[in-house]
């Protein structure tokens, strides 16, 4: 493998046909780009097939980021906690905005391209967006068809009746993660 | 390449129900089971989903037993906590939930159980559950009381849990009474919070008889009855202790050779401390404050324990107590000391400011000086934080030290 002092540059191309130019090391964030980088079998295009340019465009953001991240870090050489409260708020502000759909793309994305810190992230808001929410209303949230009978859906409520009891003044908990 | 699990066609439809399974069960992993439950009903896809989570999570103010469409209680009090409504029926059906669930996953699938309980546990119970826990084959275990009461029995089958790694513990102010001559034997994260100790009830050994522990955490907890705190740890490799009192009367004792990590906020300086053997000691946080007229003539013996930190972060006030006390050392205390956090306050920085100097000089490898102002919005701290100023503070403080630096000239420091 050549060691060109030049930033090698990597091509992804999308399930709708775009094509991104984007640097090697922004690529191998992905760890499934990075095994096909490290195996040489990717010298064209790589095609991301189950991806949409929308949604890859946003992958590609946080894989940047990512990237800067790691390579100011190295400057700074204590374990500081307050990075962490910055990561933390980087990434809800990242997430902001991002709608049902495109959150569950996002997952599919982050989970076939395997970076784990983009599906955690994906992760957490779900958890959030369906936490002290009644069926329904997560069914119109995600546009989820009901598909069995009133009677069929009475009875499964009934085997755990308390579940489907109404909340409580529902506060938020901090994730325990 | 490969195509994709399921290919998704731009545009709205039920996106979430084609996420690949193992990333909807990691989802409702992170749900109350409560939450996880209600899936059941979204549509057949998910009918039987919850039920291959391997999460047991519980917490009483999530249960309510009104019907969905029941009028509320009381909504004009809503914000006021549901345990103003809430009976003994309330908490029987809650147990029982609990009971059923565990023992209907009497099976080895359980990775974590979460139990918050505003009401009293009682000790047969826990037994119960516990030794259903302890066949689980279950990682971590976190339980919870939102309500004072006496002391708090943790089973013997918690500490024979083989598969355990995490245990959380809050208890509320409450006493832990922990049977004698016991330890976990396989844990490696603790966090107990809020918890009190009393040589009446725990064994002074009860820290150091984890052998596997890696991090341990004590929050807001209380020390009574001049209960000594041993750490005699040879796996720790993070400590942090966060505005724990009551150690004023009692003594501290260390010896953990992989500690890396030391973390010390908010929390009453102890009679005496015994640090030893901190030889992979790194990254240290001192924070520390008079209290009343207390003795505080001990810490340059926690300081001298953290020699081999590489960075350390340390209030002013901490450093004027330290340099306040008496008998101190000759030699520097911090030989291997590169790097200084020092975080100051608005309010007293000029009076701080002869210690800070002084403080140097038990830095002599000191490479890098950073200046924090404080971080905090802990309203704990009172009248001690004043909130003006931060920028220009930082900058003056700063201007001060680089001045008085100048007068010392076998520093070098690169501020």
Known sequence: ?177 | MEEGPRKIAPGYGDRISSLPEPILLHILSFLPTKFAIRTSVLSKTWRHLWTYVPTLDFDDNEFSFFKEDEEPMDTKKAPTDLRLFKDKDRDENFLHVVDEFLGLRNRTDIHKFRLWYSGALCAYRLRTWFSIVKKLNIKEVDIGIYKKQGPFDLPLAVFGTKSLETFKLDLHCSHLRVPNCVGFCQLKILQLVQVKFSSKYIHEKFFSNCPTLEHLTLRLCEFTCSAPLNILASGLKTLDIYQCHGLRKSEMKLKAPNLVTFSYVFTSIAKRYDFSDLVSLAYAKVRVRREGRGNCSSLSQMIRGLHSAKALSICCSSIEILAAEKDLPTYPMLQNLERLNLIAYVCSCSYYLKAVGWFFSQCPNLNKLVIDDFETKSKHMGGFICFQGKGTFRRYIGKKIANWLKTLQNVPLLA
């Open chain 1, 1 to 177: 493998m050549s060691e060109s002092t030049e930033k090698k540059m990597v091509r992804l191309r999308s399930s709708d046909g775009e094509v991104f130019e984007v640097e090697e090391s922004v690529a191998k964030v992905a760890k499934t780009l990075q095994d096909m980088l490290e195996e040489d079998c990717a010298d064209a295009v790589i095609p991301i097939t189950c991806v949409r340019a929308p949604i890859l465009t946003k992958v590609i953001d946080y894989c940047k980021d990512q990237v800067m991240i790691s390579s100011s870090s190295s400057t700074t050489n204590n374990p500081n906690e307050r990075t962490e409260q910055e990561r933390k708020a980087w990434g809800q502000k990242f997430m902001e905005g991002v709608d049902s759909s495109t959150l569950c793309e996002l997952l599919v994305a982050s989970n076939f391209l395997n970076i784990e810190g983009l599906l955690n992230l994906g992760v957490d808001k779900m958890v959030s967006m369906i936490q002290g929410k009644y069926p329904q209303e997560i069914r119109d949230m995600f546009n989820v068809v009901n598909d069995f009978t009133p009677e069929e859906e009475e009875e499964i409520r009934n085997q755990n009746a308390w579940a489907f009891e109404r909340d409580p003044y529902y506060k938020k908990r901090s994730s325990s993660k």
